[in-house]
């Protein structure tokens, strides 16, 4: 149930008007009673106080912005609750209008308009990152194009209601599993529910998507029914443009998205700025200068040893293995050696045998077989000396 105009919260806003409203309450203009400032008052929804979710998400976004400082994010000036025990928030006074609005009246905006507004909205979040923050709803309804002299373009970036933080004990708003965002600019680890994996790159995911629709007036995923676009999103491709939006983006610009929009965190650019700067580049017509190579963080515990030789760090040749036809060839003479011999004493004692046999025939080693000494031939015994008597 809205506020009745007139009310005035916290003794100091004077709700003069109703802005909008939405699911999770309304955004009524107020001024303050006693400067007369205009501010607007986002109240949260009565019957959202009810769940405890809700009520953590709104108390969220009040402890994170109210945290943040950055000209293009929107700045928080008071908090309150209701005399019913409705928590309210108070923020600056925005003229303008958001980028949704802005898209849904034009379909897609001009390069010169494209390239600051990612700039800006570039710069605010890496300073929410800078505190552990991640966004994690970004998408054109919470990009407000806001009116200041001076600047074509002024971006405010509002609605942390769902983000996450990082590195402080605030209550977790989410379980595991759970997906929370806008499917069609959420980034793959957002759409499979895992929690743990959301950090500043799911953020980029989702400005690459606003500037992929502000180029070319289309999503660059989108299906009929939310469980088929989140599948799109974690696996699939983005779906092909036409040719009057395909050449609207350059190939410098295709590069820079196509990296922004990597299904691995680690393929994209390593900072929301970063991706920014090649924007920006792209946009002039540069190609994407690479990013250096990070050196690798040295271990602390081990000492870093200095490169070996040149020659010492090649490994030793093993010793030449001796061939293995070899093998049989040895084993073949080893046989005829044990042969030969079996031969050799074989014959000795054929020989023998038959000398004693037969002596006539005068076979060598027949004086021997008889047990005498070798006979001598005629002419030895002619050489000998006669004995003396």
């Not at 407000?144 to 509002?158: G, I």
């Not at 989108?222 to 779906?239: E, F, H, I, M, T």
């Not at 002039?284 to 200095?306: L, M, N, Q, W, Y």
Request: aromatic share 6%.
């Amino acid at each position: 149930m809205d506020l009745p105009l007139g009310t005035v919260l916290g003794e100091s806003y004077r709700l003069t008007r109703l802005i909008g409203t939405g699911g999770m309450g309304s955004i009524y203009e107020a001024a303050h009673t006693g400067a007369g400032k205009r501010v607007a008052v986002k109240v949260m929804a009565r019957e959202m106080v009810a769940y405890p979710e809700a009520l953590a998400r709104f108390r969220r976004e009040v402890k994170v912005t109210s945290a943040l400082e950055h000209p293009h994010i929107v700045h928080v000036v008071d908090f309150g609750v209701t005399p019913s025990g409705v928590p309210y928030l108070v923020m600056e006074y925005l003229e303008g209008e958001d980028l949704d609005r802005r898209l849904e009246r034009d379909k897609r905006v001009a390069i010169d308009t494209a390239v600051p507004i990612v700039k800006q909205v570039a710069s605010a979040l890496a300073v929410a990152h800078a505190e552990g923050v991640v966004h994690r709803d970004l998408k054109p309804g919470n990009v407000f194009l806001t009116r200041v002299p001076q600047h074509d373009v002024f971006v405010k970036v509002v609605d942390f209601g769902i983000s996450k933080v990082l590195k402080s004990s605030v209550t977790k708003l989410t379980v595991t599993r759970a997906v929370f965002g806008t499917p069609e600019y959420m980034a793959p680890e957002q759409a499979a529910g895992q929690v743990d994996w959301i950090d500043h790159r799911s953020d980029q995911w989702s400005l690459a998507c606003v500037a992929w629709q502000m180029l070319s007036g289309q999503l660059p995923f989108w299906k009929p029914d939310v469980q088929s676009l989140l599948n799109q999103v974690v696996a699939g491709a983005p779906n092909p443009l036409s040719p009057a939006d395909a050449a609207r983006i350059t190939p410098e610009l295709r590069q820079v998205l196509d990296r922004a929009l990597s299904k691995r965190r680690e393929d994209r650019f390593p900072t929301i700025n970063a991706f920014a700067r090649a924007f920006e580049a792209a946009a002039d017509g540069k190609a994407p200068a690479p990013e250096p190579k990070r050196a690798p963080t040295p271990v602390a515990s081990a000492p870093v040893a200095a490169p070996a030789p040149r020659e010492a760090s090649r490994p030793a040749r093993a010793a030449p293995r001796p061939s293995r036809r070899l093998g049989p060839w040895l084993l073949l003479g080893a046989v005829w050696l044990v042969l030969g011999a079996l031969g050799w004493t074989f014959r000795a004692e054929l020989t023998a045998a038959l000398a004693k046999r037969f002596p006539s025939l005068g076979l060598p080693g027949a004086s021997s077989a008889r047990g005498g000494a070798p006979e001598e031939d005629g002419e030895h015994r002619r050489r000998r000396a006669p004995k003396r008597p």
